[in-house]
């Protein structure tokens, strides 16, 4: 991995670790001033610092979010990132991919995929976890 990648990877790793505070502010330091958050599941966006903070500290949560980071995968200014979260109730995990400019996020495309029961057709090959 070239020192640009390793530079960018911690700066994803940093985020992950303030989103873990629960202090959103914190974690919006890692964020460009040109940041652009895009949720293509369900079309949305969220531009800039102040509204990434805001939807954050509004979310109806049923108590602290917790991330746990399975996987970071970085190459030069793009890292992308497997995590799990959950606040006790809800629990999901986000595949985000990140662009990293100038030690700040500037672009993520977030994906959060639905758990879903396998069809029976498939159950000869495959072992359930």
Avoid: C
């Amino acid at each position: 991995m070239t020192n640009i990648a390793s530079n960018n990877k911690q700066v994803v790793e940093e985020f992950w670790a303030a989103m873990q505070t629960n202090d959103f502010k914190s974690a919006g330091e890692f964020l460009h001033d040109d940041y652009i958050l895009e949720w293509p599941q369900s079309g949305e966006q969220i531009r800039g610092r102040v509204n990434f903070v805001a939807i954050n500290e509004n979310y109806p949560a049923h108590g602290r979010w917790e991330f746990t980071v399975h996987q970071i995968l970085a190459e030069d200014d793009e890292v992308v990132s497997d995590v799990g979260v959950t606040d006790g109730v809800v629990t999901g995990r986000a595949i985000t991919f990140s662009t990293v400019r100038n030690g700040k996020i500037i672009h993520q495309i977030e994906f959060w995929p639905d758990p879903f029961e396998p069809p029976a057709w498939r159950g000869e090959w495959v072992e359930k976890k």
